[in-house]
């Protein structure tokens, strides 16, 4: 690979111009394909398959309506309570709002306030009714009881009549019977016998009247009483109805649209996608008729759901980091030319590789995080690679070696090391395709894709410029000493041997370096992972401003709601569904850490209801992840088959957990990857162990310092860092997978000289001495460069990249000055011979792999 690199160099450096074109034609063509097919950005994450996200799936197709996102708007009236006038702005610009496309429906703060005052009212004027019918039913009671008495007592009376009246019967009878049988039954006697048996009916006929009266009477009594238990059952149903809308507005009580003191109010704008599929152009549209609007007295801001966008590459903080690297390459050169080289071939390469991916972005779901993350890197290994080249020839420039000589060979030698470092880091980018996360493979592979278009111009770029610059490569002085030195025909005279280190100076740097790393590593310990709110973003921020609001006047768990999915056994009947949602309130509101909970919805078979649950957290804190998993595992109530949980609170806690899960494997499989690598390059199995551990060291130090810093709030003020909260929840896997390539650099360009003194015939501990003193300027210059270009991107206007830029650059200063140039050569020291020692099987076996083209190197000697 040395030789091609070689040849390849030398083209690039005859063919400058052409080179250089055809560089500036494909950027064009890269801006061109994004102009042309590049598509939109999201500002959200997603993983499919989590708990969360298959709730979405159920709600979009059961309630298709609650299945989008949610935003608020915060309204603030300047002058204490809103008035009547500013009520009615605030619903005339949420009606405009509602006409974007994209925008399912608003909800009007003062409208949903009447509603629950209605509510109120209602519940009170049913309390004051059932206390009415009690009251007429006791009465009714009352009159029905006196009404019975009277009854009975007419009842007695008619029975005693009927008695006298079969009395009489009886004696008419006894004496018409005696008068027959004593013969004195003649015609006279028979008549007063007749007029008193019609007397007798006449009476008997009066009885059977007022029986019937009374009977009539006694069925009104019944009708009235079966009434009185009617109403009893309508009075019941009443008191039960009234005990579940109590439940229900007691449970809503901490859900409030509008402040106790009445000078703040929450609007909500729902969407029609959710979460993780909401369009830039809609939150565009939705962000300028806000922006827009004018309410007298008003002030208003939104949340992150609708501010969320992506609002280009660099910002201040970037450019100043690419700033300060300029000043380093200015001081390691020490001339304008070959510093501003690295910075012109790595802003080209960069252009290149984010213009092109970008281009796809129309075709797959990318991030708007995932550019900057490639900018980021590419800025970095850019200027790195082109530097270790430009060094290279420089130093052949001042030996006395002819100038395309120069440039072929330091591309054959540098050129074969930066080919293998960005190799290195390609591979580890892609290697987070394998956590089956698609947001993070995206990022990895337009990440490597950028490293990738990195080297190819450290490679092909960087000579050509190297040619166009010419000897103005180096400054006048040294510029001078190397035409004498060619003059002269003799190159300059090699340094002396080096002295190796004392053997105390390397157990005391070793102890210290290690002991030091594992100090700064102990915050990891209490790492937590979660996506960030808007408590991350700059205070200035509407949705910083929207969330402090929020947080100050309604609670932080306001901004942070759950929607909780509830699976009947069988389907709830119309009759039974409000008690049914009444229990499943109850069973909610059971539940640590809820402040609120109220039913939105239900299908119309009654087969699947959702809920709305305020916790007393925000959506990062661990009471409110706590919340989520116990709603998930806890018993149902009876009735409720299955409890699902889904909003963006729960949707980071599943992505959080997710990446957490796929942590280990992925730092297994670079680990692997390193040692693998690293015995085919240094023919060594302790070296490629020393500096997998070394890779494992600084990187627990980096997290742990981003734990300090953005989960503890160490240093708060001088890193911006105003609400601490969990750590990114994929910021160590980018960490591990950036830094292991960046880490595996500086061992090649340090370690290799190591051992090829060694080959060499160099004393092992002489050797590690001579390779520390050749590689040890250039990779101080480069990992102050990365660390500078990183360190910019710790201040970006992108909240999501600034604990990325702050792991990588204080992991890249961790890795290069304490593990590779502290702790690495003082244990390669202490090792001695055995440091490059390997099985002879294995040697025979292995290929041989020259990384910084010492043959290539040989062949091409400067005499």
Known sequence: MAALLY????????????????????????????????????????????????????????????????????????????SAEQQDAIAGLLAEVEEQDGVAAVVDPFDTEAQRADQAQQLEDARADIADGEQRLADGEAQLADGQAQLDAAQEQLDASRRQLDDGQAQLDLAIAQAKEVGLYYDVAAEQFAVQQAQLDAGRAQLEAGQDQLDAQQQTIDDGRADLEDGKAELADGREQLALGERLLDAASGLRSVSEDGATALGTVLFESD????????????????????????????????????????????????????????VTL???????LPMVSSILGVGVGIAASLAFSSVTDMSS????????????????????????????????????????????????????AGATVVVALLALTVTGIPFLGTMGIVAAFCVLVAVLCAVTLVPALLRLVGMRALNRRARAAAQAAAAAGHAESAPRAPKPMRTGWAIGSVVVGVIGLLVLAAPVLSLRLGLLNASSEPVESTQYQTYKTIEQEFGAGRGAGLLVVATPDSPVADDDLRGVQ???????????????????????????????????????????????????????????????????ASAAIDISEKLAGALPLYLALIAGIAVILLILVFRSILVPLLAAAGFVLSLFAALGAVTAVYQWGWLGSLFDVHDPGPVLSFAPILIIGMLFGLAMDYQIFLVAGMREAYVHGAPPRVAVMSGLRSG?????????????????????????????????????LFDAFVVRMLITPAVIHLLGKAAWWMPKWLDRILPNVDVEGAALERQHAHV
């Open 776 to 812: 040890r300027a250039v990779v101080t210059a480069a990992a102050i460069i990365m660390a500078s270009v990183f360190g910019g991107f710790v201040f970006s206007h992108i909240g999501t990249i600034r604990p990325l830029g702050f792991g990588l650059a204080v992991g890249v």
């Open 369 to 420: 995080v995932t550019p900057a993350l490639g900018v980021m890197l590419g800025l970095a290994v850019g200027i790195d690679y082109a530097l270790f080249i430009v060094n290279r020839h420089r130093r052949q420039l001042r030996q006395g070696m002819e100038l395309h000589e120069s440039i072929g060979l330091a591309n054959g030698t540098a050129g074969s090391a930066v080919v293998f």
């Open 7 to 82: 040849r390849l160099g030398r083209l690039a450096a005859r063919r400058a111009w052409i080179v250089l074109s055809a560089w500036i034609v494909a950027l064009g063509l890269a801006v061109g394909g994004f102009l042309a097919f590049g598509g939109t950005l999201s500002a959200n994450f997603n993983i499919p398959g989590t708990a969360t996200d298959r709730v979405t799936q159920q709600l979009a197709e059961a309630l298709p309506d609650y299945a989008g996102a949610a935003a608020t708007v915060v309204f603030r009236a300047e002058d204490g309570a809103f």
């Open 275 to 330: 979460f993780f599929t909401l369009s830039s152009e809609t939150k565009a549209a939705v962000a300028g008729v806000l922006d827009a609007a004018a309410i007298p007295g008003v002030t208003l801001t939104y949340s992150s759901e609708i501010a969320a966008s992506f609002d280009g590459l660099l910002g201040a903080g970037e450019i100043v980091g690419i700033l300060l690297a300029l000043v380093v390459l200015l």
């Open 582 to 648: 009444a229990d499943f309130v109850d069973f909610l509101m059971a539940q640590d850490g809820v402040v609120a909970a109220v039913p939105i919805a239900a299908t119309d078979a009654g087969d699947l209801l959702a809920f709305q649950v305020v916790p007393e957290e925000g959506s990062t804190s661990a009471s409110t992840e706590a919340l989520v998993h116990a709603l998930r595992d806890a018993t149902p109530p009876a009735g409720i088959d299955h409890v699902g949980v889904a909003g963006s």
């Open 334 to 340: 020490r001339a304008i030319l070959p510093a501003l």
